[in-house]
Nanobody
Framework: QVQLVESGGGSVQAGGSLRLSCVAS?????WAWFRQAPGKERQGVAS???????TYADSVKGRFTISRDKAKNTLFLQMNSLKSENAAMYYC?????????????????WGQGTQVTVSS
C-alpha cells in the first residue's frame, strides 16, 4: 500500500504562484494531480508517466507545470498566474499502471489533499 502526502497549499492572491509537493512512501509508476472545488466533480489537472510524457488540462496549459523527482518519490505542481477559479482542494494520485490520463478511476492511490485558496 502506497501512501501519498501532499503539501504546499495555501492562500494566494490572483496572479500569484504556489508549488505543491507530494511524497510517496513507495515507487510510483504514473502520477497525477486532481482538484475538486465545493459542489463540483473531481477534475484532472496534470499527469506524468515514467518516460516523461505529460498531459495537462486545457485550462492550466502554459500556467501549471508538473514534474517529479524519481529518486525522492516526489511529485510537484508549479502553479503560476493563479486565478480565482483555480481555488480547490488539490489531490495527488498515483497509479500502478502506465497510464497517461486525467481520468480518476485509473489511479489506485490518493493523498489527503491540500487546499489552495485564490483571492481576487
Amino acid at each position: 500500500q502506497v501512501q501519498l502526502v501532499e503539501s504546499g497549499g495555501g492562500s494566494v492572491q490572483a496572479g500569484g504562484s504556489l508549488r505543491l509537493s507530494c511524497v510517496a512512501s513507495g515507487y510510483i509508476y504514473s502520477w497525477a494531480w486532481f482538484r475538486q472545488a465545493p459542489g463540483k466533480e473531481r477534475q484532472g489537472v496534470a499527469s506524468i508517466v515514467p518516460d516523461g510524457g505529460i498531459t495537462y488540462a486545457d485550462s492550466v496549459k502554459g500556467r501549471f507545470t508538473i514534474s517529479r523527482d524519481k529518486a525522492k518519490n516526489t511529485l510537484f505542481l508549479q502553479m503560476n498566474s493563479l486565478k480565482s477559479e483555480n481555488a480547490a482542494m488539490y489531490y495527488c494520485a498515483a497509479s500502478s499502471y502506465p497510464v497517461r490520463t486525467l481520468l480518476p478511476h485509473w489511479y489506485d492511490y490518493w493523498g489527503q489533499g491540500t487546499q489552495v485558496t485564490v483571492s481576487s
